[in-house]
T-cell receptor, first 112, second 117 residues
Framework: DGGITQSPKYLFRKEGQNVTLSCEQN?????MYWYRQDPGQGLRLIYY???????QKGDIAEGYSVSREKKESFPLTVTSAQKNPTAFYLC???????????FGSGTRLTVV | AQTVTQSQPEMSVQEAETVTLSCTYD???????LFWYKQPPSRQMILVIR??????QNATENRFSVNFQKAAKSFSLKISDSQLGDAAMYFC??????????????FGKGTLLTVNP
């Protein structure tokens, strides 16, 4: 079945460490997105990519980095510069304007 | 820039009753898309219903329907015959129909719906 796979489901990070969240899709979608979800904040856009080897910052990109070397993959790195990384992270993809997004099941990141 | 406002942080409904969740938005675009997403306790985001702004007819998907008032910039979701499985966080979202790089969805902060047996 086609879909988006995010891994791991739970991730623990020590302060000062970089961690990478995986997002893979087999839907042949061109566009991919990373959102951060905090209680009472809704979903906020971190980065997005419309095409391989190209990506743009979203509303809260500071302390994060991404790459898009393959159409299927859009990993997110949470760097030590992100001061409050504990959150739920959602990856999504879309095929075309008007159809909305397909979401992965998310990664819960906790700083310990 | 687009903004989406959901004024009801929490709502509750009795099983089999009808409930309406409110959403207002602000945009300078002449055409755009509107969506309702459901996030149950599993946290998987599920698309409930979508509406293209140029279409006057309100979208319907089984027990879910919208009341789209373009002039008022209002996009409410009505859930009929509520079921226990409808309990979830509901997010309203929009993006402009301008193609190119603007596939970015803007979300409201969500409404937590409780369904009472």
């Amino acid at each position: 079945d086609g879909g988006i796979t995010q891994s791991p489901k739970y991730l623990f990070r020590k302060e000062g460490q970089n961690v990478t969240l995986s997002c893979e899709q087999n839907l042949n979608h061109d566009a991919m997105y990373w959102y951060r979800q905090d209680p009472g904040q809704g979903l906020r856009l971190i980065y997005y990519s419309q095409i391989v080897n190209d990506f743009q910052k979203g509303d809260i990109a500071e302390g994060y980095s991404v790459s898009r070397e393959k159409k299927e993959s859009f990993p997110l790195t949470v760097t030590s510069a992100q001061k409050n990384p504990t959150a739920f992270y959602l990856c999504a993809s879309s095929i075309a304007l008007g159809y909305g997004y397909t979401f992965g099941s998310g990664t819960r990141l906790t700083v310990v | 820039a687009q903004t989406v406002t959901q004024s009801q942080p929490e709502m509750s409904v009795q099983e089999a009753e009808t409930v309406t969740l409110s959403c207002t938005y602000d945009t300078s675009e002449s055409d755009y898309y509107l969506f309702w997403y459901k996030q149950p306790p599993s946290r998987q985001m599920i698309l409930v219903i979508r509406q293209e702004a140029y279409k006057q007819q309100n979208a319907t998907e089984n027990r879910f329907s919208v009341n789209f008032q373009k002039a008022a910039k209002s996009f409410s979701l009505k859930i009929s015959d509520s079921q226990l499985g409808d309990a979830a966080m509901y997010f309203c979202a929009s993006y402009p129909n301008s193609g190119g790089s603007n596939y970015k969805l803007t979300f409201g902060k969500g409404t937590l719906l409780t369904v009472n047996p």
